[in-house]
């Protein structure tokens, strides 16, 4: 923790105190219009602009007279994304994009396209950031490694999805599901991300169905119960990667805050409640948590439940000792899972060679930390984890910032 800190140093900006438009609710910006005289109907034109239209700046939305555009741009920004920079992989099926924001904090997203197969037909999936770092400070991720910035703002995570659908609509493409996998832990950020879903699922802004929405958390319990009494209002992910909690303490680091019985319990709670299924996301990784002891572990935890496992081998980050399990090992545990009646799916991982698991270009433009700093983490990481293998709970203290 204490290089993840060091890590996280703040942005070097000042932000800019103006909200970003696409994070404004339609009733707000249809008052502000109406206090400053302007017809109402403007306000449909400002939101189509906003929503369908192709300008980069409020200056090229000729639909609005001078005089409006300029009070709209001292008051709020057209686009809260200062920059991105766009890095292909995977032949083209994926696309990496690192987006500097108003102060200088970097955040990612991920597009990845997957070619109409049988029935099924082509899906463009954004995977979106909902904070610049992470508190939670999982140690196989490049994010957790960071440290902590800061939130996103609204506008700041729906933005990531305006730039990806303009360049989808640019070759006559449409985005077709979002997940909120990126930096960052979502329920950590709950207000903003529940204000963007909202923004991303009305028919009269991005107009994308709840189905088509996926948050991932690692486990925060009040936000869990906060989203089952809220319903339905898009897929709920969990990220599992141990069913025993010496394991998980090390793993996911605000187990030691909410044990896995109490995160499985709340999923369950709002798999019954909103009648949807909750997935489980594993990251497998060699000699950790890929044993045949976690497997029977996982299958006594999840056995009778509404839900799907995820294994997704890990992808390699620098800071830690681990590497992902083997095939035949991931194939051993899917078994295991499917033997109790836990269904599993083994998912490739995208665009690996350009670090596609969100995080690992922001930590690479943080630079490379230093070479005993890297040691003693990784030193420190393996007494941790080879502790729990014995079976003994951590005794560091949760990580701060994740006590919601
Ligand atoms: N904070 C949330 C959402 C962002 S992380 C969460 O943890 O669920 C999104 C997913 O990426 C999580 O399931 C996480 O476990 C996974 N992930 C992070 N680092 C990874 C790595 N090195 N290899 C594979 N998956 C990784
Ligand atoms: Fe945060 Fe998710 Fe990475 Fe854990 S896996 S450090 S919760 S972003």
Excluded at 72 to 89: G, I, K, M, N, Q
Aim: net charge neutral; aromatic share 4%.
């Amino acid at each position: 923790m204490a290089i993840a800190r060091a890590r996280s140093a703040p942005p070097d900006l000042a932000r800019d105190p103006r909200p970003g438009l696409s994070g404004v609710r339609p009733e707000e910006l249809a008052a502000w219009l109406t206090e400053r005289r302007h017809p109402a109907y403007r306000a449909r034109q400002v939101a189509d602009a906003v929503w369908r239209g192709t300008a980069a700046t409020l200056d090229e939305v000729l639909t609005l007279p001078a005089a409006l555009r300029d009070e709209l741009t001292a008051a709020y920004r057209f686009d809260t994304v200062a920059d991105t920079e766009l890095r292909p992989s995977d032949g083209g099926l994926t696309e990496k994009g690192l987006h500097r924001l108003s102060d200088g904090a970097l955040v990612e997203s991920v597009l990845m396209h997957y070619p109409a197969r049988g029935a099924r037909r082509e899906r463009h999936t954004l995977c979106i950031s909902s904070q610049a770092g992470c508190a939670v400070g999982c140690p196989f991720c490049a994010t957790g490694e960071l440290g902590f910035t800061r939130d996103l703002e609204t506008a700041e995570i729906v933005d990531q999805v305006r730039h990806a659908a303009r360049r989808l609509a640019a070759d006559g493409r449409r985005l077709t599901n979002v997940v909120f996998m990126g930096m960052g832990e979502p329920l950590l950020n709950l207000d903003r991300v529940l204000a963007a879903v909202d923004a991303l699922n009305d028919p009269g802004r991005f107009g994308l169905g709840a189905r088509h929405i996926t948050v991932s958390t690692s486990g925060v319990v009040p936000g869990i119960r906060r989203l089952t009494a809220l319903g339905p209002q898009f897929t709920l992910a969990i990220s599992l990667h141990a069913a025993r909690d010496a394991l998980r303490d090390v793993l996911v680091p605000l187990n030691r805050r909410w044990p896995v019985a109490e995160v499985v319990a709340a999923a369950r709670e709002h798999a019954t409640a909103t009648g949807r299924r909750v997935s489980y996301e594993t990251t497998m990784i060699a000699g950790i948590n890929d044993t045949e002891e976690d497997a029977r572990a996982m299958a006594e935890l999840l056995r009778g439940d509404h839900a799907h496992v995820n294994l997704i081998p890990m992808n390699p980050v620098a800071h830690t000792p681990w590497t992902a399990s083997p095939d035949e090992a991931i194939r051993r545990f899917a078994a295991t899972l499917a033997a109790a009646g836990v269904t599993a799916t083994i998912r490739r991982n995208r665009g690996q060679e350009i670090g596609a698991a969100c995080g690992q270009l922001a930590a690479e433009r943080a630079g490379a930390p230093a070479a005993p700093a890297v040691a003693w983490r990784r030193q420190r990481l393996e007494a941790a984890s080879a502790r729990a293998l014995r079976g003994q709970r951590s005794d560091e203290p949760v990580p701060v910032g994740v006590d919601a």
